[in-house]
C-alpha cells in the first residue's frame, strides 16, 4: 500500500480524473460520493431535528424486514443523485423490489448499480458505525431490456465499494487497477485520497461471526469456530456488514455470515453485500467465499437473493472452508 499523506492528498474528483482507467466510471464513482456525504450530513444530526433519521417508517421491504427512515432516505439520495450520472442505465437497491431503469444503451447507459443503501440499520439509534454498499456492473443489454443487467455473477463487477459511518467517514474503491481509500474531510466536504493500493493482511487470528447462532450452524462451522477458541483467536463483531468487512480489509481476519438450520441461504444479499464485499477482499489480495465456492462465481436467479459469505484474508478464509468441506 501506498500511504498517500506522505505525497499531496488529492480530492477523490481529481483523483479519479487522473486515473485514464477509469472513463466515465468517475462520475459513477463521484454520484456514490455526492450521496455519501450526504447521507453522513444525515446520520451525524441524528435526535437533532424534527422529524430526524432515527425510527421506522412503518413499512417492511422487499427482503421482508423493517424499514428505517435512514434505509428509505438513503436509497433516495443514492438514486437521485445517480439519476444525474448520464452514464447510469439502471438502479437496483435492497430497499426497491425491482430496478429503475434511467436510460438504455443506446442514450448511453453503460452501467448498472446495485446497492444496499443503508446497511447496519438496527445500529443507527445507538450511533454505531453504518455504511453504504455499491457494486457497479456493465450494461450490455439490449434497450428494451435495460432492468435485465443487474443480473450478473459478481465476477462482471467494473466497480465496487462502500462508505463507512464510522468515527470518521470512509470510502473505499475497488476497481480493476486495486483498492484505493479516501476520508471525508469534515472542513473541505470532500473525500481525500489517503492510501492506494490496499493489500490487506494475508492472515490473522481474527474472527467476526455472530457466534449466540452457535447451535444453529452447520457442524463443520461449529467445528472451525472450537479450532479458533482453541488456537488463539480473537473475535470483533460489529453488527455492521461495512464496519466489520472494514476492520477485517484493513487488520486482517475473516468476517462470516454463514447458512443457518433457519436461513440455509444465510441473511446477507448476494447482489447488493456478497459480491461487492468479496470484489473489495479480492480485489485487496483477500478472498470470498460461500463455502462451496467463490461467491464472485455465483450465478444469480433473483435480484434479492441470499449468499453464505465467508470474507476476509485468503489464510483465514481457506481455515474457515477447510473445516466446512
Ligand atoms: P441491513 O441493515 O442492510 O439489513 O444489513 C444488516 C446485516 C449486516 O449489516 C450485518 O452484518 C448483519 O445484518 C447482522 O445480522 P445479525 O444481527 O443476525 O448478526
Ligand atoms: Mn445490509
Ligand atoms: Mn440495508
Redesign the pocket.
Same mark, same amino acid.
Given at each position: 500500500m501506498t500511504d498517500a499523506k506522505s505525497q499531496p492528498q488529492p480530492p477523490l474528483g481529481t483523483h479519479l480524473r487522473e486515473r485514464r482507467d477509469l472513463g466515465p466510471l468517475a462520475d459513477v464513482v463521484e454520484a456514490i460520493a455526492t450521496a455519501g456525504r450526504g447521507i453522513a450530513a444525515r446520520i451525524q444530526r441524528a435526535r437533532l431535528d424534527d422529524g430526524d433519521v432515527i425510527g421506522e417508517v412503518g413499512a417492511i421491504n422487499v427482503?421482508g424486514?423493517i424499514q428505517q427512515k435512514l434505509?428509505v432516505l438513503s436509497d433516495e439520495l443514492v438514486l437521485a443523485s445517480l439519476q444525474g450520472c448520464r452514464s447510469v442505465a439502471v438502479y437496483a437497491s435492497?430497499e426497491q423490489e425491482e430496478p429503475v431503469v434511467l436510460r438504455p444503451r443506446s442514450e448511453g447507459g453503460m452501467y448498472a448499480v446495485l446497492s444496499?443503501p443503508?446497511? *447496519?440499520?438496527?445500529n443507527i439509534d445507538v450511533a454505531v458505525s453504518?455504511g453504504t454498499i455499491f457494486s457497479v456492473l456493465p450494461n450490455d443489454a439490449p434497450d428494451d431490456q435495460t432492468a435485465s443487467a443487474v443480473l450478473q455473477a459478481g465476477s462482471a463487477q467494473v466497480a465496487a465499494g462502500y462508505v463507512l459511518y464510522g468515527s470518521s467517514v470512509v470510502l473505499v474503491l475497488a476497481t480493476a487497477a486495486g483498492v484505493d481509500m479516501y476520508v471525508l474531510d469534515p472542513d473541505r466536504d470532500e473525500f481525500m485520497l489517503v492510501a492506494e493500493g490496499l493489500a490487506m493482511p494475508t492472515s490473522k487470528k481474527l474472527y467476526a461471526i455472530?457466534e449466540a @447462532?452457535f447451535e444453529e450452524f452447520e457442524p463443520g462451522l461449529q467445528a472451525y469456530l472450537r479450532y479458533a477458541h482453541g488456537n488463539g483467536y480473537g473475535l470483533r @463483531?460489529i *453488527?455492521?456488514?461495512?464496519a466489520?468487512v472494514h476492520r477485517t480489509l484493513l487488520k486482517g481476519g475473516v468476517f462470516v @455470515?454463514p447458512s443457518t438450520r433457519k436461513a440455509p441461504e444465510g441473511?446477507?444479499r448476494l447482489m @447488493?453485500?456478497g459480491n461487492p464485499m468479496a470484489y473489495v477482499m479480492v480485489q485487496a489480495g483477500g478472498a470470498g467465499e460461500t463455502g462451496v465456492g467463490a461467491i464472485l462465481d455465483v450465478v444469480p436467479k433473483a435480484l434479492h437473493e441470499r449468499v453464505p459469505v465467508i470474507v476476509g484474508s485468503s489464510e483465514e478464509v481457506a481455515q474457515v472452508t477447510r473445516h466446512l468441506a
Open positions: 427482503q424486514e434505509d435492497e444496499d443503508l446497511d *447496519g440499520s438496527s453504518v455472530n @447462532y @463483531y *453488527g455492521s456488514m461495512v466489520d @455470515y441473511k446477507l @447488493y453485500e
